[in-house]
């Protein structure tokens, strides 16, 4: 009996890629094990997260970083480190930020659910853009860095940006923007990785604070995220994460490569992260996937799951109707993309994927309107290939 039957939960075949609800990607050997090893000690926090900074630090070419519990972690944090910097009693306030200055500009199109990050740190989202007035109702006209400056008042403590395909206006431009007001910008690039090179791009061409997921496709734990960049916003954020009860603060000696005691006036109590803390293996397994993550392993494992992507291919490329197609987006973990004509196959797409569902196999379900479905390769093996293989036939062919 596996350790999920044990308490009556059954495993599923996640081949939809690294959803949260679905537990996000399956971590590898290397990470498990050092997981492992990490719980059977104990260590100081402080002392691990100034040492994770180092690691992240070279991987991101940020000043710091540190280890958070997810990415929407990371955008509270963040933001939590734009309103306070090292103001110790506004970091004791939060998230009552009333006469604190405490408003994010967000472009009007990249504001979503996500963003209750940013709120649950006291802020106050101002959108910029004019919502169009025809469908699809999430058009907007083109936003300039202008709607951005302009949007720049005494109250502002950070500029947030999602950058994605069709975002608007381009990240250098914002970049500008922020440098000339010196107003902090801070990228939610969690599902952008890959690419490896993401890992620094965003840090390399001046951006403030960037916020990664640990537990897609870097492969750390699905609780674990990064938040990276500058050096005085990222020990901030750290400070208010981190448990400071206990000692004294003339006896506090926390590490000086993370946290400069002598920019404080005193010792927080505990902050808007206390809630989002990071266990030690976390940290770890993190670290470690982290520095897995190479462009050599990363093109050897896509040739791998490849071949696994077109082994499921060869099982249903002779069925009428069906049309494969490999997703070969560069720098991504690839997909199979099925498309069925439900006038031939004699099954629309959703009922394929309610026939997988039923036998405990998750497929990408994004586009089953269009008559697609796409099978990620992100945590694929041979077995799981082959289930997902036969399954799939059964389905195409009921």
């Given at each position: ?31 498990l094990e ?12 402080d002392e ?5 900074s ?20 990371a955008?509270?944090l ?19 930020t009333?006469?604190?200055p ?25 959108g ?31 500029i ?45 061409m001046?951006v ?95 040739e791998?799951l490849?071949e ?5 291919g ?38 394929v ?5 039923e ?27 082959r ?12």
């Open positions: 009996m596996g350790i999920y039957e044990r308490f009556g939960v059954k495993p599923i075949v996640n081949v939809a890629g690294t959803m949260t609800r679905y537990g996000g990607a399956l971590m590898e050997k290397e990470a050092a997981m492992d090893e990490a719980a059977r000690y104990s260590v100081r926090l691990l997260q100034a040492a994770a180092k690691v992240i630090a070279e991987k991101t070419h940020a000043e710091a970083g540190i280890v958070t519990a997810g990415a929407y972690a955008l509270t963040g933001t939590a480190a734009c309103i306070c910097r090292f103001d110790v009693a506004r970091m004791n306030r939060l998230p009552d009333a006469d604190i405490n408003e994010v500009i967000m472009p009007w199109h990249q504001i979503s659910g996500f963003d209750h990050s940013i709120c649950a740190a006291g802020a106050r989202i101002i910029v853009g004019i919502p169009n007035d025809t469908t699809p109702p999430n058009n907007v006209h083109i936003i300039s860095r202008w709607d951005i400056a302009s949007a720049i008042t005494e109250k502002t403590v950070a947030a940006y999602a950058p994605r395909l069709g975002s608007h206006p381009p990240l250098e431009e914002v970049i500008e923007i922020g440098k000339k007001y010196n107003i902090p910008v801070m990228i939610d690039a969690a599902a952008l990785v890959p690419a490896i090179e993401n890992l620094h791009r965003f840090i390399d001046g403030d604070l960037v916020c990664f997921s640990g537990g897609k496709g870097i492969l750390g734990p699905q609780a674990s995220g990064i938040l990276c960049g500058r050096r005085d916003l990222i020990a901030s954020a750290a400070i208010q994460m981190l448990d400071m009860s206990g000692e004294p603060f003339n006896t506090w000696d926390p590490p000086a490569s993370l946290i400069p005691k002598e920019k404080l006036r005193g010792k927080p109590e505990h902050g808007i992260g206390r809630g989002m803390k990071v266990s030690k293996e976390a940290i770890i397994g993190l670290l470690v996937a982290l520095q897995n993550l190479t462009e050599v392993a990363f093109t050897k494992k896509v791998y490849r696994l992507l077109w082994s499921i060869e099982r249903v490329k002779d069925i009428a109707g069906v049309e494969l197609r490999m997703t070969d987006d560069k720098g991504a973990y690839p997909m199979l993309e099925v498309k069925i004509d439900e006038n031939i196959v004699g099954e629309s797409a959703t009922e994927y309610q026939r997988l569902k036998k405990g196999i998750y497929v990408r379900d994004m586009q089953l309107n269009k008559g697609l479905i796409h099978i990620h390769s992100i945590s694929m093996d041979e077995e799981v290939a289930i997902v293989g036969e399954h799939l036939y059964s389905a195409l062919t009921p």
